[in-house]
């Protein structure tokens, strides 16, 4: 079957630097993308990756490797608005998303 | 940017009773999906659609359907709710034919079944 797996739960302090894992069986792979959800509002769009390597964008950056089966995302200069669920979901060979159950991330002051 | 609201994010119905969940986006997207998220699972594919009255099962469609009559408006339908029915609804949006595309959503309409 079809599984992706990340953490449930991660806790991390603010200014600091965490690390969000994603890994994934899937049937084929059509790219691999991160949501940002905070509680009670609608996922957002952070990042795609299809190729092999790290996208950076500001503060965000998500890394891929498809022989791996495996992403993360990484926050750099954690804000205390950076509490939130993150949901990793990859694109099977149907095009079909498959979702993680998503990573709830607690900031500390 | 794209909107996509969902007319209720709250609702208390009862078994047996028929619900509708309205999801409208106000952009020209030809696709619109129907998911549920519970926790510990991830997002569950209900329905989709990629036209105007054109409607596709997803992974989980049983007990649910779905009416799209205008490109902007998908509805989805519970017959009869049921207690197992209670969760969190997103709506969300992409352009395009089927694809890598990023998916926009509403902010959830949050179904209680007692």
């Known amino acids: 079957g079809q599984n992706i797996d990340q953490p449930t739960e991660m806790t991390a302090t603010e200014g600091a630097i965490v690390q969000i894992n994603c890994t994934y069986q899937t049937s084929g792979f059509n790219g691999l993308f991160w949501y940002q959800q905070h509680a009670g509002e609608a996922p957002t769009f952070l990042s795609y990756?299809?190729l092999d390597g790290l996208e950076e964008k500001g503060r965000f950056s998500s890394f891929l490797s498809r022989s791996k089966g495996y992403s993360y995302l990484l926050l750099k200069e954690l804000q205390m608005k950076d509490s939130a669920s993150y949901l990793c979901a990859v694109m099977d060979s149907n095009y079909q998303l498959i979702w993680g159950a998503g990573t709830k991330l607690i900031i500390k002051p | 940017d794209v909107k996509v609201t969902q007319s209720s994010r709250y609702l208390v119905k009862r078994t047996g009773e028929k619900v509708f969940l309205e999801c409208v986006q106000d952009?020209?997207?030809?696709?619109m999906f129907w998911y549920r998220q519970d926790p510990g699972l991830g997002l569950r594919l209900i329905y989709f659609?990629?036209?105007?009255?054109?409607?596709e099962k997803g992974d989980i469609p049983e007990g649910y359907s779905v009416s799209r009559e205008k490109k902007e408006r998908f509805s989805l339908i519970l017959e009869s709710a049921s207690t197992n029915q209670t969760s969190m609804y997103l709506c969300?949006?992409?352009?395009?034919?089927?694809?890598?595309?990023?998916?926009?959503f509403g902010a959830g309409s949050r179904l209680t079944v007692l």
């Open positions: 990756n299809v």
């Open positions: 659609s990629y036209d105007v009255k054109m409607k």
């Open positions: 952009m020209d997207h030809e696709n």
């Open positions: 969300a949006t992409t352009q395009g034919g089927p694809g890598a595309n990023v998916l926009t």
